[in-house]
């Protein structure tokens, strides 16, 4: 199996791990600007993902502790100087499914679309058992999992070092099986595929946004990440709706449309858009190690200081 998980990392194909952030106390907001902000405009502390569509729309992922949502929200309109939108708590992460089994497939077919669709109509909206606190080390392993689901715990040590954080191997493990594996953080590992599709076809980053009533959407996302095209997707279960990403060969753009029409058809989705990624202005960020120690607040008021200070 190691060797098969090699020839596959050959030929482009990496491996992470799929977080469910609401399980470390966290949560995520998406801002959603109809317009092209600036991104020296946009501030830094807690920022998540910032992308600009060449349709003249802007999204910016941010993250927080479930309390400090309004902070967050407040801080940025502030910093920004425009009002977003729309807003959204994004407090669910759904993860592809079958991804792996169909992997080499081209296109969708009869047969696939019909899997789908029973997908959607059994998905239940998973349930989160337990929810904790987060410190400064278990941020770390998520970070590092989300880029490599193989990292090694030396290889977290390591990482620890170089930002001044001695722990022991014992401890490292200890939050690895206790604070991530044992409470649920981790849902999943997933290939990924972006660039795998990339080199076999011309492709355009792209990025679909799905809305619905709140017990519809889940479903109807769950199966549309049955195509190996499109990453996980972030849901707000309570407003009804979610965005994925998805790597997207030209020729392939008429049949998703056809899925999501025939998804909206059956009540599963209300509206949905795919807005196509400028590739210049894709930014990703891993969680602030801050997070762990600090509020919301003071991370924000330690970034400005530092910010507004002389160089």
Known sequence: MWRVVKQ????????????????????????????RIPMKRVPEAMLRSFIRTFEGITMLRYVSKRHEVEVIVNYVVDRVGVEPSEVYVLDTTITPKYIL???????????????????ASTYQQP??????????????LVNLLEENAFVKIKGVLNYLRTRSVSVSYRTVLKHYHNHVVGRGVIAGIRPTVERYIERLSP??????????VPHSVGRAVKALLGLPLFSEALLSSKEGVAVAIASTPMELLPRIAEFLDLLNSRGYINEWK??????GSQ????LPEALGSLSATEIIGRRDSLTSSPP
């Not at 030929?11 to 399980?23: D, E, H, N, Q, T």
């Not at 492709?203 to 619905?212: A, D, E, M, N």
């Not at 930014?283 to 891993?286: A, D, G, H, S, T």
Request: charged share 20%; hydrophobic share 50%; proline share 4%.
């Open 8 to 35: 596959l990392e050959g030929l482009g194909i990496g491996f992470k791990a799929v977080p469910l952030l609401s399980r470390m106390g966290l949560t995520e907001v998406l801002l959603i600007y109809h317009t």
């Open 101 to 119: 089994a169909h992997i080499a497939r081209g296109a969708m077919d009869k047969i696939y679309v019909r899997e789908l669709l029973a997908l």
């Open 127 to 140: 349930v989160i058992h337990t929810v904790g606190t987060c410190d400064v080390v278990d941020i770390a």
């Open 203 to 212: 492709s355009t980053r792209r990025v679909l946004v799905v809305y619905g």
């Open 274 to 279: 795919l807005l196509e990624v400028d590739p």
């Open 283 to 286: 930014l990703k960020r891993p």
